[in-house]
């Protein structure tokens, strides 16, 4: 399962010890497997994001209508 952490201040401990002041922190289970700007989150996964919304509409479309309710 991955999770992802947005708009925080990252602090790495690569040999460049970057810093982002609106980045991302993205982890499978423990692990840590990218880290970088916020920009780079939204281009790079812009594609899943939009897929990831694409299915999270048509899920919600699938649902039956609850009959009125009579009072």
Do not use: C, F
Not at 1 to 13: G, L, P, R, S, Y
Not at 28 to 38: F, R, V, W
Not at 46 to 58: D, L, P, T
């Amino acid at each position: 399962m991955k999770t992802v952490i947005i708009n925080a201040i990252v602090v790495t401990m690569n040999k460049n010890m970057d810093v982002y002041q609106n980045g991302y922190v993205m982890m499978e289970g423990t692990k840590i497997i990218e880290t970088g700007p916020m920009e780079e989150l939204e281009a790079s996964h812009a594609a899943e994001a939009s897929h990831a919304a694409e299915a999270s509409r048509a899920a919600e479309a699938s649902q039956p209508t609850p009959a009125p309710r009579v009072t």
